[in-house]
């Protein structure tokens, strides 16, 4: 009987798992994963769990138990420490396992920032439910000063939550522009003002210098004022944990290489999620999301490869954020958002409108931000690659399935 072994404790392992035994597997399937938790998805460490409206069942994607009922080995706080293509085998701090085929979906890791002050007391990564958990126990009294640095999107949200439990926070950011890197200068000017407007305070453009205190942060120097904390977030990007494959020889290239089936250049190695680089037939090119939709579409993909399959993962990136009263939906492919004209639908200072990214005629992304119900029709827009009309895609009495030319 074929035995398939799965690393990780994400989004992306809990679904090739699931994928497998809704698909009709009957092997052996063993999940190697490092935290001490049945596989979860991370999206409410930043929100609903960290603001303590939601508990830990919006996190997890089955109970231990659903795992078991399945036949499905759920090894948890045990690590994946070496891996032999040639042998098939797999090292772990709790023994060798042989596999038929193994997924490699170790996810990601928070990006250090080599700062003086660094590991005081007070100073939080957020990756892993525990740092929510840290965060939360600080923030839920109120009246704490909360000191992010940087603005990307985990920084942004546990901004707005902070502010909504009655906490002081100041953000720091080394662009002239939040979010700048995620959506543009202009869409991170709208954050900006929802953030500003909702009394955070946000200042870009600067240099972060040290973290100061004795044993707990008391302080962040930035360009030569210190501003007082009592706790601080480093929210600078993640990297991908691909040490395990490079060790084992696995081509790398920004995370793990694999082809749109998830096939790494190594036999019966695939890589899902965050960690992998995949090849996107629709852009021809790599690509690496770092989202939760990401992850919870090619853990069942790769599941399926593994199987035998010639599934694909061709999906459009999608991305979604909830902070203060905006909500907001993106899909599209940042490598070719960059440098494209950005087109209106709706009204921007209201905050309730579609941005689109179009380039050479054609949408390559879309942002529906408080419009629901328009993802299908913008992914649509994206797929088919033709020329769009841009008076019609701005005008909001034309519906969005007739704007193309
Ligand atoms: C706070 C936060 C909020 C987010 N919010 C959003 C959002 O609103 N929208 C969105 O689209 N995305 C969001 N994301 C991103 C999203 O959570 C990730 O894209 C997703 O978690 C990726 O899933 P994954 O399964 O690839 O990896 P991960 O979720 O990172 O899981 C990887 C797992 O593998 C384990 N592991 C690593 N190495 C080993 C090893 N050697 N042996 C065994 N196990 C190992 C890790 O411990 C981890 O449990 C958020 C992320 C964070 C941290």
């Known amino acids: 009987m074929a035995h398939f072994v799965i690393v990780g404790g994400g989004v992306a392992a809990g679904k090739s798992?699931?994928?497998?035994?809704?698909?009709?597997?009957?092997?052996?399937?063993?999940?190697?994963?490092?935290?001490?938790?049945?596989?979860?998805?991370?999206?409410?460490?930043?929100?609903?769990?960290?603001?303590?409206?939601?508990?830990?069942?919006?996190?997890?994607?089955?109970?231990?138990?659903?795992?078991?009922?399945?036949?499905?080995?759920?090894?948890?706080?045990?690590?994946?420490?070496?891996?032999?293509?040639a042998a098939h085998r797999l090292g772990t701090d709790g023994g060798d396992l042989a596999y038929d085929a193994v997924l490699l979906a170790m996810g990601a890791s928070p990006r250090s920032l080599p700062l003086v002050g660094h590991d005081l007391d007070g100073v939080h990564t957020l990756r892993r439910l525990e740092d929510s958990d840290a965060l939360a126990r600080?923030?839920?009294?109120?009246?704490?000063?909360?000191?992010?640095?940087?603005?990307?999107?985990?920084?942004?949200?546990?901004?707005?939550?902070?502010?909504?439990?009655?906490?002081?926070?100041?953000?720091?950011?080394?662009?002239?522009?939040?979010?700048?890197?995620?959506?543009?200068?202009?869409?991170?000017?709208?954050?900006?003002?929802?953030?500003?407007?909702?009394?955070?305070?946000?200042?870009?453009?600067?240099?972060?210098?040290?973290?100061?205190?004795?044993?707990?942060?008391?302080g962040v120097v930035v360009d030569g004022e210190t501003v007082p904390a009592d706790l601080v977030l480093i929210g600078?990007?993640?990297?991908?944990?691909?040490?395990?494959?490079?060790?084992?020889?696995?081509?790398?290239?920004?995370?793990?290489?694999?082809?749109?089936?998830?096939?790494?250049?190594?036999?019966?190695?695939?890589?899902?999620?965050?960690?992998?680089?995949?090849?996107?037939p629709l852009i021809q090119r790599h690509l690496r999301s770092e989202h939760w939709d990401n992850a919870r579409k090619a853990g069942p993909v790769a599941a399926r490869v593994m199987m035998g399959d010639s599934a694909r993962h061709d999906g459009i990136p999608y991305f979604y954020t909830d902070q203060f009263d905006l909500g907001m939906e993106l899909s599209g492919f940042p490598p070719l958002m960059i440098g494209a004209d950005l087109l209106i639908r709706g009204d921007l200072d209201a905050r309730e409108f579609i941005a689109f990214w179009v380039d050479h005629g054609r949408v390559v992304g879309g942002m529906n931000v408080n419009v629901w119900d328009v993802q299908r029709q913008i992914k649509a827009l994206i797929r088919s690659g033709d020329r769009v009309n841009p008076d019609r895609l701005v005008d909001t009495d034309a519906p969005l399935d007739s704007i193309l030319v």
Do not use: C
Request: proline fraction near 6%; avoid cysteine.
């Open 236 to 280: 600078v990007g993640a990297v991908p944990n691909t040490a395990l494959a490079g060790d084992a020889g696995i081509a790398l290239g920004n995370g793990i290489l694999t082809d749109a089936s998830l096939r790494t250049d190594a036999p019966d190695v695939y890589a899902a999620g965050d960690v992998a680089n995949a090849y996107h």
């Open 17 to 85: 798992a699931e994928t497998l035994r809704k698909e009709g597997y009957d092997g052996d399937v063993t999940i190697v994963a490092a935290e001490p938790h049945p596989p979860y998805q991370r999206p409410p460490l930043s929100k609903g769990y960290l603001a303590g409206k939601e508990g830990l069942d919006a996190a997890v994607l089955h109970p231990a138990s659903w795992y078991a009922e399945r036949d499905i080995e759920l090894r948890t706080s045990t690590t994946a420490t070496r891996l032999d293509p």
């Open 138 to 218: 600080e923030l839920h009294e109120g009246g704490r000063r909360l000191v992010l640095i940087g603005s990307g999107w985990i920084g942004m949200e546990v901004a707005a939550t902070a502010r909504t439990l009655g906490n002081t926070v100041t953000i720091l950011e080394r662009d002239p522009t939040p979010l700048a890197l995620a959506v543009g200068p202009v869409m991170g000017e709208v954050f900006r003002r929802l953030h500003t407007e909702n009394g955070v305070d946000l200042r870009t453009g600067v240099q972060v210098e040290r973290i100061v205190g004795r044993e707990r942060a008391e």
